[in-house]
């Protein structure tokens, strides 16, 4: 049997209270290895890391305070005397119009999803470099591939993408290696919840080809994801359709190819607008 290189690493989580976080965090434990779970809401930590056994330990982490960032990093030094991956994954999402959408939820998003990860990782690259390990991000389809009524998280996703790339070459001479994350559509309550509860977001996800619609299972993606830990892997999208607007990204923003946006968008705000009377 081959040894599944997760054994025995040391692994810290952002936003590992539910949706990837949580689906990733069960496999890499299946797998051996040993998980820090950060996140704000510590009743769904503590029931994770009950559920998950002695290879995880909660922490209640906050990643717009780099305090808080650095005391998780702490904790895990402390609990196993070393780091070898920070996953800054910890993300949130605000859908609607820039103009309509409260201006404090905007920037929240920006607090959340890109500072918040570079908080997360600031904190624990020192102990990273020492094990020579991996930093990981999650980043999204929306990194290159930007829908109208997304302009917070497509802009902080964005800056996700760059920070990696820019890290990325900063620490090869050092033995880190940096991945970004870029899941598309994913069956968690960030994304079922606009769904369920958004006519506009309906109208947008709808004007998509169908192959870019598609709403993918959360256990399918932690399966990937768990790999790409393993592996220390540069640059995850999933599903995989979506290396398609990869590589048309430098297009993706011309008339012709923004023009089911464009043809939607004025109904997106009409009922994004009609939602928050």
Known sequence: MSHDPLTGRVILISGAAGGIG????????????????????????????????????????????????????????????????????????????????????????????????????????????????YVAMTASWASFAHSPGHSAYAAAKAGVEALANSLRSELAHQGVRVGVFHPGWIDTPMVTNKIDSQPAFNVMLNSLPKPLRKVTAVEDVAEILADALATRTDKVVYPRVGWALHALRPLLATPLLASRSRKVAPLMRRLYAQQIE
């Open 22 to 133: 949580s689906a990733t965090a069960r496999r890499l434990t299946q797998r051996g290895a040993k998980v820090v779970l950060g996140d704000l809401h510590a009743p769904a930590l503590d029931e994770l890391a009950t559920e998950l056994g002695a290879n995880a330990q909660p922490v209640v982490l906050d990643v717009t305070d780099p305090e808080s960032c650095a005391a998780a990093v702490q904790f895990a030094l402390t609990q196993h005397g070393r780091l070898d991956a920070v996953w800054a994954n910890a993300g949130i999402s605000a859908f609607g119009p820039l103009e309509l959408v409260e201006q404090d939820t905007w920037r929240r998003v920006i607090a959340v999803n890109l500072v918040g990860v570079y908080n997360l990782v600031r904190a624990g690259l020192p102990a990273v470099i020492d094990s020579q390990g």
